[in-house]
């Protein structure tokens, strides 16, 4: 059967390559086992649309996502194994701000929440260190904070024993905040993370817009993070959803 035209735009691709351009042949038949020559062309052309905006998709993710997005499909695998140099003035209370990411990461929102935290905690005349090495959470190092912030870490940071150095410290009476990202994987490597200290599984945030007005009310305006907040107040963010309340599982919703 007859091959379409060839599209000028692989004419084109071929030529400035000095080489021949490759024959086409694209043939839809009917029922009757006749060749439509016309829908083999709206099949070239629909196929043709697909891959560019496959391309378009791919190219997206470089130019505005970069590495940062590509690392939501493919995530780092890297893991510290010598503990960075805590300095000797970092005395209890302390808070160790910790921002190590192997997925997705908040290039704004790291630096200015450790900024922000570092200088509330000087108000108060606490001590701070900020790394994103993970070979920080082990009993020696750990015993020297009195709250460890994950700032928006994402992936999976530690490596196994250090997780257990983690989970150990946490639930022998550690203190910790996990702020956005940290509980922001649409899946982990680590169970525990999302079940123990999360509470909950990550699904999606909002879209279209990204960021998005809403309603927060307090619930409990007892607790010392909530008690000079007003009962309700409205906030521009990117809302999380978890695939269930945290409720059920003994979780002091604020």
């Given at each position: 059967?007859?091959?379409?035209?060839?599209?000028?735009?692989l004419q084109d691709r071929f030529r400035s390559r000095a080489l021949?351009?490759?024959?086409?042949?694209?043939?839809?038949?009917?029922?009757?086992?006749?060749?439509?020559?016309?829908?083999?062309?709206?099949?070239?052309?629909?196929?043709?649309?697909?891959?560019?905006?496959?391309?378009?998709?791919?190219?997206?993710?470089?130019?505005?996502?970069?590495?940062?997005?590509?690392?939501?499909?493919?995530?780092?695998?890297?893991?510290?194994?010598?503990?960075?140099?805590?300095?000797?003035?970092?005395?209890?209370?302390?808070?160790?701000?910790?921002?190590?990411?192997?997925?997705?990461?908040?290039?704004?929102?790291?630096?200015?929440?450790?900024?922000?935290?570092?200088?509330?905690?000087?108000?108060?005349?606490?001590?701070?260190?900020?790394?994103?090495?993970?070979?920080?959470?082990?009993?020696?190092?750990?015993?020297?904070?009195?709250?460890?912030?994950?700032?928006?870490?994402?992936?999976?940071?530690?490596?196994?024993?250090?997780?257990?150095?983690?989970?150990?410290?946490?639930?022998?009476?550690?203190?910790?905040?996990?702020?956005?990202?940290?509980?922001?994987?649409?899946?982990?490597?680590?169970?525990?993370?999302?079940?123990?200290?999360?509470?909950?599984?990550?699904?999606?945030?909002?879209?279209?817009?990204?960021?998005?007005?809403?309603?927060?009310?307090?619930?409990?305006?007892?607790?010392?993070?909530?008690?000079?907040?007003?009962?309700?107040?409205?906030?521009?963010?990117?809302?999380?959803?978890?695939?269930?309340?945290?409720?059920?599982?003994?979780?002091?919703?604020?």
């Amino acid at each position: 059967h007859q091959s379409p035209p060839e599209p000028d735009f692989l004419q084109d691709r071929f030529r400035s390559r000095a080489l021949s351009p490759i024959p086409i042949t694209i043939g839809v038949t009917d029922h009757g086992g006749r060749v439509n020559d016309q829908a083999g062309r709206k099949l070239f052309m629909m196929s043709k649309r697909v891959l560019r905006s496959a391309g378009l998709l791919g190219l997206s993710l470089l130019l505005f996502g970069g590495c940062s997005t590509l690392r939501v499909f493919f995530p780092s695998k890297t893991y510290e194994t010598t503990a960075p140099e805590v300095p000797s003035i970092i005395k209890k209370p302390a808070v160790l701000l910790y921002s190590k990411t192997n997925g997705f990461r908040h290039d704004e929102a790291i630096p200015a929440a450790n900024a922000l935290l570092t200088k509330l905690a000087a108000e108060r005349g606490w001590s701070v260190f900020a790394t994103e090495n993970g070979a920080i959470f082990n009993p020696i190092d750990l015993a020297r904070f009195t709250v460890v912030v994950w700032n928006n870490t994402s992936g999976d940071t530690l490596n196994p024993a250090q997780k257990k150095d983690w989970q150990a410290w946490l639930t022998s009476g550690g203190g910790a905040i996990a702020i956005h990202g940290a509980g922001g994987d649409s899946s982990y490597d680590w169970d525990w993370h999302p079940e123990n200290f999360i509470r909950a599984q990550f699904t999606m945030h909002t879209m279209g817009p990204q960021f998005q007005d809403a309603t927060a009310i307090v619930e409990n305006a007892d607790h010392p993070a909530t008690r000079e907040l007003p009962a309700t107040w409205t906030h521009n963010e990117e809302w999380y959803s978890f695939a269930e309340s945290p409720r059920d599982k003994g979780v002091d919703v604020l």
